[in-house]
């Protein structure tokens, strides 16, 4: 049985290939995002289209600042 963790990684690998299909392997339609913090990008992303969107931003901005990440996901529920 897949953890959530497995399926947050199976979600990054697809999503780095932008891979629909795969993508709607394990993440739902009607998925609800949370991303913490008080800024323009924080807040709840619902539906896949807006969570792919979000990824999308985020991976723009993270290509042109080279940040440290150590985990990038806090909690899998």
């Known amino acids: ?16 290939k932008h891979d629909i299909e795969n993508i709607k392997k394990v993440m739902s339609e009607n998925v609800t995002w949370y ?16 969570v792919i969107d979000f990824f999308d931003k985020m991976s723009a901005i993270i290509g042109t600042s080279n940040p440290t990440i150590e985990k990038l996901i806090v909690s899998e529920n």
């Open 35 to 50: 991303f913490m913090g008080n800024h323009p990008l924080a807040g709840v992303k619902k539906g896949l289209k807006e």
């Open 1 to 16: 049985m897949a953890t959530n963790q497995d399926l947050i990684n199976k979600y990054f690998e697809a999503f780095s």
